[in-house]
């Protein structure tokens, strides 16, 4: 049930500001449907808003939704019902688990970023791969810990570069790479800059796409998308800024993005009505008696010409 009038609200008032964004923006003004400036290059159309029961990560394979929970699996529609659910995903795991993060999907299989989660900090890093059609456990890819990566927020697969990508909530400063069919570990991959709390990873077309819980929810601050180009080969990489997620009903957490390759729509899950503290979460903002999980499906709009 809904307990906060203030999100009640928060749609209608996000409505009336569309004309306002689309004149600075020069987005089209579509009534019923938001227009969201990106980096002045490209722009995103917010389509629907879908209630999930997972808080951590969201994929597709182009027919369903994927979700993730922070100890559990789920499918949905693309309608928003919920089909399918594992809620004991680490029974099989031969190491201790308590967290999933953000998750991907790859010729018929889930990753899954999957650790031991305790007051900010990530150990027994793996990447848990299930079986889409009944999300049954199938195999797991060890990390390697002299990477020096220590938390696993998010995965994605670089099918071009036949790759597994990984970020880190606690120290963003590299992504990791592992290879896709042997699991070995490729490398990492310095960001310039940093975003900052990245919470969820998507491959498209030659690009990762990060999600960064970089804006302060207690100061309705929004998070953000960020962009950079996939260079499996060297040691850094610079990062733009994407979309700035003021869509979102109320500022909150930001989690796991996806591509939907059959629609050219961009996922993103975000959390809101909690308040967390070091990734956790810790009471409740006022007008909430629980946090709410939703994906933000855009459309992704026509590059504009400068
Ligand atoms: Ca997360
Ligand atoms: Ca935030």
Same mark, same amino acid.
């Given at each position: 049930m809904q307990t906060s009038p203030s999100h009640r609200n928060s749609g209608k008032n996000y409505l009336a500001a569309i004309p306002l964004v689309a004149t600075l923006f020069g987005c089209a003004p579509v009534p019923e449907v938001a227009c969201v400036p990106g980096d002045g290059r490209s722009a995103y159309e917010l389509q629907r808003v879908i209630e999930v029961a997972g808080r951590q990560g969201i994929a597709t394979d182009g027919t369903h939704y994927f979700v993730s929970g922070s100890t559990a699996l789920y499918v949905y529609s693309k309608d928003g019902e919920l089909l399918q659910a594992n809620k004991e995903p680490f029974l099989d795991l031969t190491m201790p688990a308590n967290h999933i993060g953000d998750i991907a999907i790859h010729d018929g299989e889930l990753f899954a970023g999957i650790e031991w989660f305790d007051d900010g900090q990530g150990t027994n890093i793996q990447v848990a791969v299930y079986d889409t059609a009944n999300l049954a456990y199938l195999r797991s890819i060890d990390w390697n810990? +002299?990477? /020096?990566?220590?938390?696993?927020?998010a995965v994605t697969i670089d099918s071009d570069n036949d790759l597994i990508w990984m970020t880190d909530w606690?120290?963003?400063r590299y992504i990791y790479q592992y290879d =896709?069919?042997? /699991?070995v570990y490729r490398g990492r991959l310095q960001l310039r800059p940093v975003p900052h709390r990245q919470q969820g990873i998507a491959y498209r077309n030659g690009f990762l796409f990060i999600t960064a819980d970089d804006g302060e929810a207690d100061l309705e601050e929004p998070d953000s998308l960020w962009r950079l180009r996939v260079e499996?080969?060297?040691?850094s990489a610079l990062v733009t800024h994407e979309? +700035? =997620?003021?869509?979102?009903?109320?500022a909150g957490e930001i989690e796991g993005v996806a591509w939907d390759e059959t629609t050219n729509e961009l996922l993103i899950l975000s959390n809101r009505g909690a308040r967390i503290v070091h990734g956790m979460p810790s009471g409740y903002y006022p007008g909430y008696d629980r946090e709410i999980h939703e994906v933000y499906i855009f459309a992704k709009g026509v590059k504009r010409q400068k």
């Open positions: 810990p +002299d990477s /020096g990566q220590v938390e696993v927020s606690v120290n963003g =896709l069919e042997s /699991g499996p080969t060297s040691i979309l +700035d =997620l003021s869509a979102f009903n109320r």
